[in-house]
T-cell receptor, first 112, second 116 residues
Framework: AQSVSQHNHHVILSEAASLELGCNYS??????LFWYVQYPGQHLQLLLK??????LVKGIKGFEAEFIKSKFSFNLRKPSVQWSDTAEYFC??????????FGKGTRLHILP | DGGITQSPKYLFRKEGQNVTLSCEQN?????MYWYRQDPGQGLRLIYY???????QKGDIAEGYSVSREKKESFPLTVTSAQKNPTAFYLC???????????????FGQGTRLTVV
């Protein structure tokens, strides 16, 4: 069955630390890949997406992600986190028939 | 403004009663989705629909039903057969197609259902 795995369920970092959140998916066909963020009390927002072309994609608020097809991975990175990045982050994949599958999410807590 | 509207924001129901959650979008999107969000479980797909009058089961469809009579609307009914219905329900929509640059899921604000 198709699935999305996020390796870290809860991450705690200090401000200015670098961030990398892992995401792997299991599906052999063509995919679109996404990272969504949910800030406390707010609805889900798109951070960035990959559909084709350059495997390194840049999103809002200084986030970027790299698609490595051979590893079925789409890891999210940010060189220097801020307190305002405290949120829950979800990796998602769009596969055939418009099915979109989400991972279980990673709660990121930034210490001021 | 274009967007997705879910109503109501909070819903209380007695055990054994069916309840229908509303989802409307004016984004002219073909695909619509229902997810259930529980702490530590992420978003789990209940049902999704690519086009009007067609829908597919997601990973946790048991105890739920949907209809897609209009492009703009995708209501979800939580039936009495759903063993653990108390949860936060999210509706989303997207333009169809993998490899389409502007394909992404747009989400509503969610409905928190509590069954007592």
């Amino acid at each position: 069955a198709q699935s999305v795995s996020q390796h870290n369920h809860h991450v705690i970092l200090s401000e200015a630390a670098s961030l990398e959140l892992g995401c792997n998916y299991s599906y052999g066909g063509t995919v679109n890949l996404f990272w969504y963020v949910q800030y406390p009390g707010q609805h889900l927002q798109l951070l960035l997406k990959y559909f084709s072309g350059d495997p390194l994609v840049k999103g809002i608020k200084g986030f970027e992600a790299e698609f490595i097809k051979s590893k079925f991975s789409f890891n999210l990175r940010k060189p220097s986190v801020q307190w305002s990045d405290t949120a829950e982050y979800f990796c998602a994949v769009l596969i055939r028939d418009d099915k979109i599958i989400f991972g279980k999410g990673t709660r990121l807590h930034i210490l001021p | 403004d274009g967007g997705i509207t879910q109503s109501p924001k909070y819903l209380f129901r007695k055990e054994g009663q069916n309840v229908t959650l509303s989802c409307e979008q004016n984004l002219n999107h073909d695909a619509m989705y229902w997810y259930r969000q529980d702490p530590g479980q992420g978003l789990r797909l209940i049902y999704y629909s690519q086009i009007v009058n067609d829908f597919q089961k997601g990973d946790i469809a048991e105890g739920y039903s949907v209809s897609r009579e209009k492009k703009e609307s995708f209501p979800l009914t939580v039936t009495s057969a759903q063993k653990n219905p108390t949860a936060f329900y999210l509706c989303a929509s997207s333009k169809s197609g993998v490899r389409i640059p502007n394909t992404e899921a747009f989400f509503g604000q969610g409905t928190r259902l509590t069954v007592v």
